[in-house]
């Protein structure tokens, strides 16, 4: 059962791979950290990866971006080989940790434009398109009225949104996002899964959500893969819930389901 | 451009620049003021304050290295600072060394082998002292054509790349995954930094070139609201600096390069301390877009 409606995207994207990885590995030195995962996101999907503390989640993110080269297996992007992608633009992304410095002097939507950048072609003037996307962007999350305030007067929270605005600014195809809502209140939530839901059923985006926090966003996820270094679960939200783990448990419960999952 | 400069030495400026000299002076001071902080303006973001003066200490080792082989020192300077440039920024993307590791390898370096060069072809000469303080009183036609060329080279290929250049310096990881041309972006701001160094040494020094790159921003971060804003402060605090350093240099006999370089200080310290002292801080409210 799909939990988001495609009623504006022509049937025949609706299920392209975006994202296909297959036996992928990465070490750091010795140390396998991700091992042997096969993982598939299509167009108009959903999907939440989650694990607990130190799984892979953030390692198997910048592997599946090209960031990191995989020590065995293959990552197609975009539907071809991930070192080969180009048009990236077409990839939104959310970083875990805010990746600014913290006196950088810019205001909210200087930052929320760079997104936009990537969509025109930085070697572009941005018009008034670009200009009522960002404006767009800056509702979706909730932060119009901050537009023109200095990033670092902004709550960790409130920075956070600035990213995912960042992210929805280039309306991208892909939307891989790393512990976007950690900390963000619940409206802001409720906002963020709304922006979600329209990028997935009005723009057949496909969506990769590292979370903790699964709650706000449990009723449109299409699909749970659950890391441990390996892949120990994959397939839609309520066989996990008959398999004894129910949707929106803290880190710490995490490995209490995944005895379940034995 | 000789011509220009003609033009420039004849303006009837009030004291203390009616003169040919100190007219030249403030010519080359204002390009100098205004490239210097838009560059720097990013080298900040980027945790790189100091590369101004690592390639500076880099251009002396190929100063010393032209003296040595009978080349025109300004283009073997050229080619080390370029190449200490590229290699630097190598280091830092590749991670084999932190941004300030990387620097402190090719500044001391570069230092080093530049005193070795000038000593092995008989001592540290008055040449070799211009390249690292300036002589900004006695800039020539040539040097003038040369800092005004590089100026509007650097201040037109900021202008048109400030966006991309802005999401590289602040954000270079997401930039990659989107696709942004990081490295691209980080060699060309290797390369404008080098070039601007060796072509305003001579005029100004490395010390007032890697000063104007670093303290206007200082102050403009403290006053701006957005980069945009920043950047013109920055821009602004180092074209007033310029002004008042080379007036009280005129009116008290002051080293020009020293004199600019403590009123740009000064101003930040003055910002620093009003931003601490006023209750609601400090700032400039700049219009964005």
């Known amino acids: 059962m799909r939990s988001v409606s495609h009623s504006a995207v022509p049937d025949a994207i609706i299920g392209e791979p975006l994202i296909e990885a297959r036996g992928l590995s990465y070490a750091y030195g010795s140390t396998p950290v991700v091992d042997d995962v096969d993982l598939t996101v299509s167009r108009g999907e959903f999907v939440a990866l989650v694990g607990p503390n130190g799984s892979g989640k953030s390692t198997l993110l910048r592997v599946l971006l090209g960031a990191l080269r995989p020590s065995r297996g293959s990552v197609r992007l975009l539907g071809r080989p991930s070192s080969e992608v180009v048009d990236r633009w077409r990839i939104g992304y959310v970083p875990q940790r805010p990746t600014l410095a913290p006196d950088v002097p810019a205001t909210v939507r200087e930052i929320v434009m760079t997104g936009r950048l990537a969509r025109r072609g930085w070697w572009r003037p941005l018009r008034s398109a670009d200009v009522d996307a960002v404006g767009h962007a800056l509702e979706s999350v909730g932060l119009d009225d901050l537009a023109d305030h200095p990033i670092t007067q ?82 839609p939200p309520a066989r996990l819930v008959d398999e004894g783990v129910s949707l929106g448990i803290h880190q710490e419960d995490l490995p209490l389901w995944l005895e379940g999952l034995r | 451009m000789a011509g220009g400069v003609a033009v420039i030495a004849a303006l009837p400026l009030p004291f203390p620049f009616e003169l040919t000299f100190m007219q030249r002076a403030l010519a080359a001071g204002l390009v100098v003021g205004v490239f210097a902080p838009l560059i720097g303006t990013f080298l900040v973001q980027k945790r790189m304050s100091l590369i101004g003066d690592g390639i500076g200490h880099i251009a002396f080792a190929g100063v010393g290295a032209g003296l040595l082989a009978g080349i025109y020192p300004v283009w073997t300077a050229l080619t080390f600072a370029v190449g200490g440039a590229l290699g630097i920024e190598w280091l830092r993307a590749r991670r084999k060394a932190g941004g300030d590791l990387a620097l402190a390898l090719f500044f001391y370096s570069g230092i080093a082998l530049g005193t070795v060069l000038a000593s092995a072809q008989g001592g540290l000469g008055t040449s070799i002292l211009g390249f690292l303080f300036g002589q900004p009183l006695t800039v020539d036609g040539t040097e003038m054509a040369v800092i005004l060329a590089l100026g509007a080279v650097v201040v037109g290929l900021v202008i048109a790349l400030r966006r991309v250049l802005f999401a590289v310096v602040t954000d270079e990881d997401w930039s990659s995954v989107v696709g942004l041309p990081v490295r691209a972006m980080n060699a060309l701001l290797a390369v404008l930094t080098a070039v601007a160094v060796v072509a305003a ?86 219009p964005e877009r």
């Open chain 2, 201 to 286: 040494m001579q005029i100004v020094g490395i010390l007032l070139i890697a000063a104007l790159m670093v303290l206007p921003v200082a102050t403009g971060q403290l006053l701006g609201r957005s980069f945009n804003g920043t950047l013109r402060i920055a821009v602004g605090v180092g074209v007033g600096s310029v002004i008042a350093g080379l007036t009280s240099a005129r009116l008290w006999g002051l080293a020009p390069g020293g004199a600019i370089v403590l009123v740009a200080a000064l101003v930040f310290l003055v910002v620093a301390l009003l931003r601490h002292t006023i209750p609601g801080g400090l700032t400039m409210e700049v």
């Open chain 1, 154 to 235: 902004l709550s960790g929270g409130q920075q956070q949104r600035v990213f995912i605005a960042r992210a929805f600014a280039s309306e991208p195809e892909l939307l891989v996002l790393d512990e976007p809502i950690a900390g963000i209140d619940a409206e802001s939530q409720r906002r963020f899964r709304d922006s979600l839901v329209h990028l997935i059923g009005e723009h057949g985006a496909g969506v990769l959500l590292v979370s903790h926090e699964l709650s706000a966003v449990a009723d449109v996820i299409d699909r749970v893969v659950v890391l441990k270094r390996r892949v120990l679960f994959d397939g």
